[in-house]
DNA sequence: GATGAATGAGGCTTCATTCAT
DNA sequence: GATGAATGAAGCCTCATTCAT
């Protein structure tokens, strides 16, 4: 995926060696102080390199954002798989993919406000690209909904509207953060207002697939996955 | 409240008619351009005066960032109230309240981004002062939520908490409409996302109030207001 | 002319001034240190102006080596005019053209080596005008040729081709003055070289007619005037 | 001529293999863009070697510029004592000589430009050596113009003004081309420009034996040499 | 000897802000 | 009060040169 920005150097496994250093270092700073008042030099002494360095891994500033926005979006998407790895019903994989999806949100909240902050000043293409990693990390709990429908343990909604619905949920818990932290958990907050929305949608079907899985450690499995 | 930025210039009246014409060219050319890309002057010939102009009205272009967001915040704060103006059931109140709130997001879509995007850019004192009317037009939401409990019609929920639930489905209708205007239409998104949120909530009794009022041709009214 | 370069500042006259005060050190340190080497901070504090300023006025660093390129031109174009004032004689009037035409590259060494050196790294539109601006400039000595043969003191000549052996040979007195001053002086430099080139192509009226102006004291007039 | 750039790399004959790679890679991009235009990289890559190595056989950028307008002069004076060969008559000689040397400027008239545009860019030692050089060219027409004045062909004149001459107008075949093709052939340029120059300084005694030899296939011989 | 990654000085340019008019 | 020219700090980026491998 980061094929798509050009370096200079063309050992591959150095120039992921050199981003790695790169691009962590420019969330830290884009985080922290925002794209436009993080320079170069910053991020390039951050990652304990030369300035020129920089723009022999990256055509641009601009790219660093790409990558570190990028970077974000790839990091979170690998984690939900991994939640579910072993879980087979469908109502208790969507419910742990959207409580996985919401856990990694809170553990990046400086990430997401970075992409919903930052975004406008990629390229373009650039954007276009984000936007399209964006849905195929949305698909990862589609898919959940869309199974559950399947099956019947779910009402024929429209998915994609449902799974916004959950994801910017979950966004919202970082975007708002400084406010929710003081009226309410993370853990309420993901069983008030983000799980309540699906389950309101469930058969009366799913709710007894549902009830049942409650038993299990689930919570708890998703936290330490993240 | 726009007091809180100073002006060389006394003359209120003068600093108030300067002020709404930098103010709105501010905000179109942030909107478009982002802070940091819009220069001073572009806001000065946006609005028809000098570039040393402006340094009389406002101290930075820092607080025009916070003129800009404020001028936001109040002009929305003041569509909600006049929709209610003669509604006086609870449950139509909030339903009305919540519907003109995502309303006025929607024809406010820019805004909306622009807040979420510029607020880092504030000093830490505008951006408190930018939380705190947040929380106040919030108030506008949650003290309808809070007459229908007190009336029986809605369980006992975190108040503040749904009230974020629902304004920032109102937010996200703006931040994602690159994608949800492909995959549904305002009126369906509000009912199906943002007006379920707070029909779940409603007891036996207060769903019934709210089929009584479901005759009225609340959208209508509300639509006429925005 | 200079219209041709667009400046921030609007006013006429003050872009004028400005730029006298610019052009004249971006033509001294091109001449010295060449395009490349010389800073725009470097022109600017030679024109006693801060470096900002220099932006008001002129687009680019290149747009200063246009202005300054083309002010040597123009500037010398103007020379020629003058000295032909009231001579009426064809064929004195081509000497006098010529002779004010070399003494003028004389007394501009250095601005002829900048054309030579540095109309390269002009865009290519630019270089264009330039071109075209020389072309001018040849036309006051192609028209005096022109007027000798109309006249029948000259041979019928390729006019072009004989106007760039002269003004070829004028700008090599700057080009190679580093050899040509320890091996002549302009005087002769002029009469055995440049003057020589159009007489041996007189006819014999027109040697005749040449005969007789030389005993005007023509060198002295150009002399005075350059 | 080449060791007076010193290399790091002893080995003269490695020395002389890896410069006559740089060397043309480095004309023909000065020639195209400027000196200062030019990469020390590009000029590696066009010599398919790294960046670093070009720092074992050269000081420096600009000796890279000495080497290559060095190279471009050597190369040149080589030329014409070719074309020499076998030829006898004075003024033939002369004839020959001059007509070698303007066909060999217009065969590299990029070279000749390059040589007035970036003499500049050189030490001062290094314009020094560039100049003696020129002159040693110069040397292989004026000792051809020596021969005819001491063999009673040509008046007395200055001889290196004369040279001058010569060599400038060859020049100005290449500086000017961009008008001159337009308005003439290189055929007409030598005969119309350049030799008439000496011819008109021909003795009696000289014009008669240039017409003698005018029969030969002159030009023809230089042609097929250059 | 050869490579090419790394360095860092320095150039061009922008733009928030000031200030004389 | 209004103007807009002037300032100068600071940022992005390039590239000659070095040096570890």
Redesign the pocket.
């Known amino acids: 995926m980061q094929i798509r920005v050009k370096s200079?150097?063309?050992?591959p496994e150095?120039v992921a060696r050199?981003r790695s250093q790169l691009v962590p270092a420019a969330i830290k700073l884009f985080c922290r102080r925002g794209f436009h008042r993080?320079?170069?030099?910053d991020i390039a002494r951050a990652a304990r390199?030369?300035?020129?360095?920089v723009?022999?891994y990256v055509h641009?500033?601009h790219d660093l954002l790409f990558l570190a926005l990028t970077h974000i979006v790839e990091t979170n998407k690998q984690e939900i798989p991994a939640s579910l790895k072993g879980v087979t019903d469908p109502v208790l994989r969507l419910s742990t993919a959207i409580e996985a999806y919401a856990r990694v949100m809170d553990a990046n909240r400086d990430a997401v406000l970075l992409t919903y902050r930052e975004s406008k000043s990629l390229t373009r293409d650039h954007k276009e690209v984000l936007k399209s990693m964006e849905l195929e990390t949305n698909k990862l709990i589609s898919s959940c909904i869309e199974d559950c429908i399947r099956a019947g343990y779910m009402k024929k909604v429209n998915v994609e509207l449902l799974t916004y619905h959950l994801v910017v949920l979950s966004h919202a818990w970082a975007l708002k953060h400084w406010r929710l932290r003081h009226i309410t958990t993370l853990d309420e907050y993901i069983s008030t207002n983000i799980h309540s929305v699906w389950e309101n949608l469930l058969t009366p079907k799913g709710r007894q697939r549902h009830a049942q899985s409650l038993g299990a450690p689930l919570r708890e499995r998703v936290k330490a996955a993240v």
């Open positions: 200079i150097v063309e050992d150095l050199r993080t320079t170069v030099k390199v030369s300035a020129g360095l723009y022999q641009d500033k």
